[in-house]
């Protein structure tokens, strides 16, 4: 008989609610353009990497805010019908998070208002570090106020809990942020901000650079590692990061080495994008296995 452990993944951060519109030219300041398509699809990029994360399998917790109106309701039954504890997201007053999403020219244009997803405390960590303490894994990234970032690190790590840090999207982090992180996974433009203030040698050991199309690096023994990208028709690249982070918790989680663990990561975000919305393309283990 095999016993299936559970993977236990807390995850602190944004819920949103994305307004996507498909364009084929994007309007310059002062010109109206008629767009191709509206859709409001769940997103936020703790929310993603929740939902890419339990769609591979992981008892997922979040920890968030969401306001109290009717994006907020919304948003709020999509974690549940995901699977995804949600004691620890609190209604607040005021706006749930948004992101207009512009989608034209096979890239995207994203405007986060961070709205509910500010009001976030470390109190509120502190009062569920519970869930972070019982996980193998916390997931954060950054569309929450850092202090929350640090108190979830802090907390994991003291705990002994496995760390992975989205540092998305970019600034400049407390040098304790980059400390408490055992896995770092910027994009290229957010690993040059990342320079500004840390070395190069510092870093290595915990980086996963993401690189879209140009694939994954990573270092192993101070030694730089690529892994290509997959070849998959491309809809909307919304998310990709996300479900990569998602799918590299539980990876880590199953014990995969390091080079697995990407690997199978790199797959998830590949399925992701061929689908519009940044969570409809996240994939199960079953999708993962049938690509090559
Ligand atoms: O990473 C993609 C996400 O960034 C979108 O879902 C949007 O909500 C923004 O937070």
Same mark, same amino acid.
């Given at each position: 008989? =095999? !016993? #299936?452990? &559970?993977?236990?993944?807390? @995850?602190?951060?944004? $819920?949103?609610?994305?307004? *996507?519109?498909?364009?084929?030219?994007?309007?310059?300041?002062?010109?109206?353009?008629?767009?191709?398509?509206?859709?409001?699809?769940?997103?936020?990029?703790?929310?993603?990497?929740?939902?890419?994360?339990?769609?591979?399998?992981?008892?997922?917790?979040?920890?968030?805010?969401?306001?109290?109106?009717?994006?907020?309701?919304?948003?709020?039954?999509?974690?549940?019908?995901?699977?995804?504890?949600?004691?620890?997201?609190?209604?607040?007053?005021?706006?749930?998070?948004?992101?207009?999403?512009?989608?034209?020219?096979?890239?995207?244009?994203?405007?986060?208002?961070?709205?509910?997803?500010?009001?976030?405390?470390?109190?509120?960590?502190?009062?569920?570090?519970? =869930? !972070? #303490?019982? &996980?193998?894994?916390?997931? @954060?990234?950054?569309? $929450?106020?850092?202090?929350? *970032?640090?108190?979830?690190?802090?907390?994991?790590?003291?705990?002994?809990?496995?760390?992975?840090?989205?540092?998305?999207?970019?600034?400049?982090?407390?040098?304790?942020?980059?400390?408490?992180?055992?896995?770092?996974?910027?994009?290229?433009?957010?690993?040059?901000?990342?320079?500004?203030?840390?070395?190069?040698?510092?870093?290595?050991?915990?980086?996963?650079?993401?690189?879209?199309?140009?694939?994954?690096?990573?270092?192993?023994?101070?030694?730089?590692?690529?892994?290509?990208?997959?070849?998959?028709?491309?809809?909307?690249?919304?998310?990709?990061?996300?479900?990569?982070?998602?799918?590299?918790?539980?990876?880590?989680?199953?014990?995969?080495?390091?080079?697995?663990?990407?690997?199978?990561?790199?797959?998830?975000?590949?399925?992701?994008?061929?689908?519009?919305?940044?969570?409809?393309?996240?994939?199960?283990?079953?999708?993962?296995?049938?690509?090559?």
């Amino acid at each position: 008989m =095999v !016993i #299936e452990m &559970s993977i236990k993944i807390a @995850v602190v951060g944004s $819920i949103n609610m994305d307004l *996507v519109t498909s364009v084929k030219k994007v309007p310059i300041a002062g010109e109206t353009v008629m767009g191709e398509t509206f859709a409001t699809m769940p997103g936020g990029k703790g929310a993603n990497q929740a939902v890419a994360a339990a769609r591979l399998g992981a008892e997922v917790s979040m920890i968030g805010c969401l306001g109290n109106d009717y994006l907020g309701d919304g948003l709020l039954e999509v974690l549940h019908k995901e699977g995804i504890c949600t004691k620890a997201v609190k209604r607040v007053d005021g706006s749930s998070g948004t992101a207009s999403i512009i989608l034209s020219e096979g890239d995207n244009r994203i405007i986060v208002v961070p709205g509910a997803n500010h009001k976030m405390t470390p109190q509120w960590i502190e009062e569920n570090r519970k =869930v !972070i #303490e019982e &996980s193998n894994l916390l997931l @954060v990234q950054l569309e $929450i106020p850092l202090n929350c *970032v640090q108190k979830a690190l802090e907390i994991a790590k003291a705990a002994n809990v496995k760390t992975i840090l989205n540092p998305a999207p970019i600034t400049r982090l407390p040098a304790e942020i980059v400390r408490f992180s055992d896995y770092i996974t910027p994009n290229e433009h957010e690993y040059q901000t990342l320079l500004e203030d840390f070395s190069a040698a510092d870093l290595s050991a915990k980086l996963i650079i993401t690189m879209g199309q140009n694939g994954v690096l990573y270092y192993e023994d101070g030694k730089e590692v690529r892994i290509p990208a997959q070849k998959v028709p491309v809809l909307d690249t919304t998310g990709a990061g996300d479900t990569f982070n998602g799918a590299l918790g539980v990876a880590l989680c199953e014990q995969m080495g390091l080079d697995a663990a990407i690997r199978f990561a790199n797959k998830a975000a590949a399925l992701s994008v061929t689908q519009i919305g940044a969570q409809n393309g996240m994939p199960t283990k079953k999708m993962i296995g049938q690509l090559n």
